[in-house]
């Protein structure tokens, strides 16, 4: 609100359905605004909808009733591949190519014979990437869980990263998931370890649910050279492999293939599949019976679906999203609120196409003006720091807000410069530090807040989880790390090494004392 404000700009408030809550989250963010920010609402919108927009009427005139406010809008769930605002996803930094077909594996603490998926990154339409958050996952094509040495674990790792959650929505939405010997075990209904031979303690998990499946974990591994059939909806691809694992699989469902003798093996449900075969891929039938379900699924003839250059995937994408957006919204209420009351008649406009340094840059210069503007005079040393909190909040309070300790930037700079490692305790956080420029410098960025070394030291080590985060996060980093923690109890963990003094430690005058 406050960079509207500044440009004296009107203001469409999305929120977004799919993480739930999102009435009462738009009424109350208008309730809460201040009568000048809120004059500069013009509508609202509802983002990431799935399903029939009729059943949200009763709800939306709710919310009109409640806000005064118009809803321009229901935006329905669109899969799109779009950059996020901080970072990149890891293929979409390549300036190579990129494939129709996005297939996500996702890597697993303890993963295992990820050699099975070598030949789908060789097919000319599969792209093949390996995802560790929800953020990195996106919306595939193909959702793939792999083998592990831990079947019990990793599956509490899932859990605890979003990773699980974000699977079950895109299945639910369709998109095929293929699980892998342990990733196939991971998709079934149970996991009992009653005997911990896996996880080491006796427990029983409940698992994805999304095959009709159940595994019992005994001692016994199995081993064996196979040859199958896969059955439908790749009916007839020949599969060779090998199978190594513990636990035995109960299976209620459709069989994935059938060994030579006739035996059937794996399970099939809707469009997700699980099967024990390793080298699953190795004979080519099944790539090419895979990426050619995957194209008809998607709508596009695999003759036709070349690989496009980065630039032209982008505007691809993009378009979709447009298109998407355009045909949800009232657009006439849009065009109004911006001024454009009759947009068919405007001249056609050439785009005008600006690097993303140079519109920083150009950023960086009106904050500088309007910091002088209003008096605010920022010292030197802390400048760029307080410019980059304004540049991400659109907040010219932080310059009046923010506290230094004297001497904490060069200390911070110097840090960093001597290979410090910067640890958060947010994945956004984490996506948003330039690991290219730390990495010239020796240093690394962390997050442990999916590590599951810190989900067992969180079961009973006597600290609320903000503080047991801390401390595990702590652990095993150089001592002359940068911290970032946004958690209230890490807050006040930092005022008790505040008030205890700085502990003194090798390479960094300024480092904190361990918990």
């Given at each position: 609100?406050?960079?509207?404000?500044?440009?004296?700009?009107?203001?469409?408030?999305?929120?977004?359905?799919?993480?739930?809550?999102?009435?009462a989250q738009?009424?109350?963010?208008?309730?809460?605004?201040?009568?000048?920010?809120?004059?500069?609402?013009?509508?609202?919108?509802?983002?990431?909808?799935?399903?029939?927009?009729e059943?949200?009427?009763?709800?939306?005139?709710?919310?009109?009733?409640?806000?005064?406010l118009?809803?321009?809008?229901?935006?329905?769930?669109?899969?799109?591949?779009?950059?996020?605002?901080?970072?990149?996803?890891?293929?979409?930094?390549?300036?190579?190519a990129?494939?129709?077909?996005?297939?996500?594996?996702?890597?697993?603490?303890?993963?295992?014979?990820?050699?099975d998926?070598?030949?789908?990154?060789?097919?000319?339409?599969?792209?093949?990437?390996?995802?560790?958050?929800?953020?990195?996952?996106?919306?595939?094509?193909?959702?793939?869980?792999?083998?592990?040495?831990?079947?019990?674990?990793?599956?509490?790792?899932?859990?605890?990263?979003g990773?699980?959650?974000?699977?079950?929505?895109?299945a639910?939405?369709?998109?095929?998931?293929?699980?892998v010997c342990?990733?196939?075990?991971?998709?079934?209904?149970?996991?009992?370890?009653?005997?911990?031979?896996?996880?080491?303690h006796?427990?029983t998990?409940?698992?994805?649910?999304?095959?009709?499946?159940?595994?019992?974990?005994t001692?016994?591994?199995?081993?064996?050279?196979?040859?199958?059939?896969?059955?439908?909806?790749?009916?007839?691809?020949?599969?060779?492999?090998?199978e190594i694992?513990?636990?035995r699989?109960?299976?209620?469902?459709?069989?994935?293939?059938?060994?030579?003798?006739?035996?059937?093996?794996?399970?099939?449900?809707?469009?997700?599949?699980?099967t024990?075969?390793?080298?699953?891929?190795?004979?080519?039938?099944?790539?090419?019976?895979?990426?050619?379900?995957?194209?008809?699924?998607?709508?596009?003839?695999?003759?036709?679906?070349?690989?496009?250059?980065?630039?032209?995937?982008?505007?691809?994408?993009?378009d979709?999203?447009?298109?998407?957006?355009?045909?949800a919204?009232?657009?006439?209420?849009?065009?109004?609120?911006?001024?454009?009351?009759?947009p068919?008649?405007?001249?056609?406009?050439?785009?005008?196409?600006?690097?993303?340094?140079?519109?920083?840059?150009?950023?960086?210069?009106?904050?500088?003006?309007e910091?002088?503007?209003?008096?605010?005079?920022?010292p030197?040393?802390?400048?760029?720091?307080?410019?980059?909190v304004?540049?991400?909040?659109?907040?010219?309070?932080?310059?009046?807000?923010?506290?230094?300790?004297?001497?904490?930037?060069?200390?911070?700079?110097?840090?960093?410069?001597?290979?410090?490692?910067?640890?958060t305790?947010?994945?956004?956080?984490?996506?948003?530090?330039?690991k290219p420029?730390?990495?010239?410098?020796?240093?690394?960025?962390?997050?442990?807040?999916?590590?599951?070394?810190?989900?067992?030291?969180?079961?009973?080590?006597?600290?609320?989880?903000?503080?047991?985060?801390?401390?595990?996060?702590?652990?095993?980093?150089?001592?002359?790390?940068?911290?970032r923690?946004q958690?209230?109890?890490?807050?006040?963990?930092?005022?008790?090494?505040?008030?205890?003094?700085?502990?003194?430690?090798?390479?960094?005058?300024?480092?904190?004392?361990?918990?």
């Open positions: 609100m406050g960079l509207a404000k500044l440009v004296d700009a009107p203001v469409l408030l999305a929120g977004d359905i799919d993480r739930g809550g999102v009435f738009m009424y109350g963010t208008v309730a809460l605004l201040e009568p000048d920010e809120r004059a500069r609402i013009c509508g609202l919108i509802i983002n990431k909808f799935r399903g029939d927009v059943i949200l009427r009763p709800g939306l005139a709710m919310l009109e009733e409640k806000t005064q118009p809803v321009l809008g229901v935006v329905p769930y669109l899969r799109v591949d779009i950059e996020d605002e901080d970072s990149l996803a890891p293929r979409l930094q390549s300036k190579s990129v494939k129709p077909l996005d297939a996500a594996v996702l890597r697993l603490p303890h993963i295992s014979n990820f050699t998926f070598m030949p789908l990154e060789q097919h000319p339409l599969l792209g093949v990437r390996y995802v560790q958050s929800v953020r990195e996952l996106g919306a595939p094509d193909l959702v793939i869980l792999p083998g592990t040495k831990n079947t019990v674990n990793d599956l509490l790792w899932l859990r605890q990263s990773l699980e959650t974000a699977v079950l929505k895109l639910a939405g369709g998109t095929p998931v293929l699980g342990g990733g196939y075990q991971l998709l079934g209904e149970t996991l009992d370890d009653s005997q911990g031979t896996e996880s080491g006796p427990q998990l409940r698992g994805l649910g999304l095959l009709p499946t159940r595994t019992v974990f001692a016994e591994k199995r081993r064996a050279q196979v040859t199958a059939t896969a059955a439908a909806p790749f009916a007839g691809a020949a599969l060779t492999g090998y694992h513990t636990g699989t109960a299976v209620n469902g459709a069989p994935f293939c059938r060994y030579a003798d006739g035996t059937p093996e794996g399970c099939v449900q809707n469009a997700v599949f699980g024990y075969l390793h080298g699953l891929f190795d004979s080519g039938e099944l790539t090419e019976q895979l990426a050619a379900y995957l194209c008809r699924r998607k709508g596009i003839a695999p003759e036709t679906a070349a690989p496009l250059a980065m630039a032209d995937y982008r505007t691809q994408q993009l979709l999203l447009a298109d998407g957006v355009r045909s919204l009232d657009m006439g209420a849009v065009y109004a609120a911006m001024g454009l009351h009759n068919q008649r405007r001249k056609k406009m050439t785009p005008q196409h600006h690097l993303p340094a140079d519109i920083e840059r150009t950023s960086m210069d009106i904050i500088t003006a910091l002088a503007s209003r008096g605010l005079a920022v030197p040393e802390n400048a760029a720091v307080v410019k980059r304004i540049h991400t909040t659109a907040d010219f309070d932080y310059a009046e807000n923010l506290r230094f300790t004297p001497g904490a930037v060069a200390a911070g700079v110097a840090a960093m410069r001597a290979g410090a490692a910067v640890i305790d947010t994945n956004m956080a984490l996506a948003g530090i330039t420029g730390l990495a010239k410098l020796g240093g690394q960025a962390l997050c442990f807040m999916a590590d599951p070394a810190v989900a067992a030291a969180a079961k009973g080590g006597g600290l609320d989880p903000g503080r047991r985060r801390h401390a595990q996060g702590r652990a095993g980093v150089p001592r002359c790390g940068a911290g923690w958690r209230p109890t890490a807050l006040l963990t930092i005022a008790d090494e505040i008030e205890s003094g700085p502990a003194p430690c090798a390479g960094h005058r300024r480092a904190r004392r361990p918990l």
